[in-house]
Nanobody, 127 residues
Framework: QVQLVESGGGSVQAGGSLRLSCAAT??????????MAWFRQAPGKEREGVAA???????TYADSVKGRFTLSKDNAKNTLYLSMNGLKPEDTAMYYC???????????????????WGQGTQVTVSS
């Protein structure tokens, strides 16, 4: 069974940085999933898409994080990273990694298209 394990969350002050990791327990990670994404959910709010990367490295970002967050991956370590700079209090949320094997599942920010989810890692940004 494929699993996604997030790490790297923590508490930082506004303007600080964190790097989240999403490790996939799957062989041939680079070709197993078509799309991997990060979502976040703040208390009392809907889970929202943050950023996504296809298996060939194409990326897309939510407007709220463009220019501050960057996706990268290390195929040798089966890991997707989310580098977050210029963090703001409104970035405070539980961050989840998600993955989808199909290239035809709909919009990248549609939660329903993802069949595998991690347990989440908390990010807290204080002002």
């Amino acid at each position: 069974q494929v699993q996604l394990v997030e790490s790297g969350g923590g508490s930082v002050q506004a303007g600080g940085s964190l790097r989240l990791s999403c490790a996939a327990t799957v062989y041939a990670y680079s070709n197993y999933f078509y799309l991997m994404a990060w979502f976040r959910q703040a208390p009392g709010k809907e889970r929202e898409g943050v950023a996504a990367m296809t298996s060939d490295g194409a990326t897309t970002y939510a407007d709220s994080v463009k220019g501050r967050f960057t996706l990268s991956k290390d195929n040798a370590k089966n890991t997707l990273y989310l580098s977050m700079n210029g963090l703001k209090p409104e970035d405070t949320a539980m961050y989840y990694c998600a993955a989808d094997k199909s290239p035809s599942g709909g919009s990248w920010y549609a939660k329903a298209r993802y069949s595998v989810w991690g347990q989440g890692t908390q990010v807290t940004v204080s002002s």
